[in-house]
């Protein structure tokens, strides 16, 4: 299996790649992004770990207090993170943070998730209040949580473009200092690359790309090498979700030389990307559908009832409700009769014209 690593080349957030087997074939986003296999066959992108801290250690209340003889509970010992009630009954619970006994009490700050233990004769009573905790590990836990807040519903509308051209790399469509492409009032993205960064005979897995903005075609180059067992690609990443029935599929034309390499377009799709990415996907990610393609002097068509069943969503009309990007990806070939796998050195290729293909 391979393992994805990650080559932001531009400011853009780096597109992820699911692994396709040699027979399937791998795929993109637009995202374009080019991806490697190994011997046995399959691809694997990892997408990024994020640790969040356990939070600190609860403190324990208190014992409470004997009953005695008005029934009422002594006062608790205030433990980390809430101040014990006073009167009947032990602190609020130490999540809340609590206003303490049954005759009111303090409002404590917010705990670690602790359990109050209530004293004899004493009842539990929830506290409401408490502050809002501020250690790195809280913090952490509360930007998942808003990521993940961020982005529900992003599909939902969703966006279906006027225009279905979504760049010709020309300078009305793509800015080469700033890596983005499209047509402001339509849809547009950013250009990043990827790749799983390994080295071996002299080469090293790693794509580039350039626009000559002052040719009179100009097209993305895209440049480098794929080592035995790796992968690589391209991803033009959307800002904004495509839900649409407008289109029928991604268009695009493709020159140049993939120098061995098996080519795949992948289509991104919010509900397997991950959250740190914009998307909902936690486990078993990057699950995108994809299409093997070839370099043709025609233009290269990939319908979204021809990448039903390639990925996740399953359906054509599931996938184009929610497209975040495209990827051209690139993988060394599997080999066959058991022979070894071999690089992929000197990788030259050219993409332009990049639209949704209208019903």
């Given at each position: 299996m391979y393992a994805k690593r990650?080559?932001?080349v531009e400011t853009a957030p780096s597109a992820r790649a699911r692994r396709v087997t040699g027979g399937a074939g791998c795929g993109w986003a637009l995202w374009l992004a080019l991806l490697v296999c190994g011997e046995a066959g399959g691809c694997v992108n990892r997408g990024f770990h994020v640790s969040v801290g356990s939070g600190g250690a609860g403190g324990q209340v208190g014992s409470g207090g004997q009953a005695g003889e008005s029934d009422a509970g002594r006062d608790g010992i205030a433990g980390i993170g809430g101040a014990a009630g006073r009167g009947s009954g032990g602190g609020?619970?130490?999540?809340a943070g609590g206003t303490g006994g049954a005759t009111g009490g303090t409002d404590g700050g917010r705990g670690a998730g602790?359990?109050?233990?209530?004293?004899?004769?004493?009842?539990i009573v929830a506290g409401t209040g408490g502050s809002t905790d501020a250690r790195a590990d809280a913090v952490a836990d509360v930007r998942i949580d808003a990521v993940a807040d961020a982005n529900t519903n992003r599909c939902v509308p969703g966006v279906s473009p006027a225009t279905g051209l979504l760049t010709d790399f020309s300078a009305s469509t793509w800015s080469s200092s700033l890596a983005t492409w499209g047509i402001p009032g339509n849809l547009t993205g950013k250009s990043s690359t990827y790749g799983g960064g390994q080295v071996a005979g002299g080469l090293t897995t790693l794509l580039t790309t350039t626009v000559d903005s002052t040719a009179a075609n100009p097209v993305l180059?895209?440049?480098g090498n794929v080592v035995a067992g790796d992968f690589a690609g391209v991803a033009l990443a959307f800002d904004q979700c495509v839900n649409t029935t407008a289109y029928q599929g991604v268009s695009f034309t493709l020159g140049g030389t993939a120098a061995g390499c098996d080519l795949f377009f992948q289509l991104a799709t919010y509900s397997q990307q991950t959250v740190g990415d914009g998307g909902t996907c936690v486990t078993n990610?990057?699950?995108?559908?994809?299409?093997?393609?070839?370099v043709a002097a025609a233009p290269v068509v990939v319908t979204f009832a021809a990448l039903a069943?390639?990925?996740?969503?399953?359906?054509a009309a599931g996938l184009r409700a929610e497209i975040v990007g495209l990827q051209l990806q690139l993988q060394s070939p599997v080999p066959t009769n058991g022979g070894a796998q071999q690089s992929c050195a000197g990788i030259n290729l050219t993409l332009d014209n990049v639209q949704l293909?209208?019903?």
């Open positions: 990650h080559f932001t609020g619970m130490l999540d602790g359990v109050v233990d209530a004293g004899t004769g004493g009842v180059a895209i440049r990610c990057f699950r995108f559908p994809n299409s093997r393609i070839q069943g390639t990925g996740q969503p399953a359906t293909v209208p019903n």
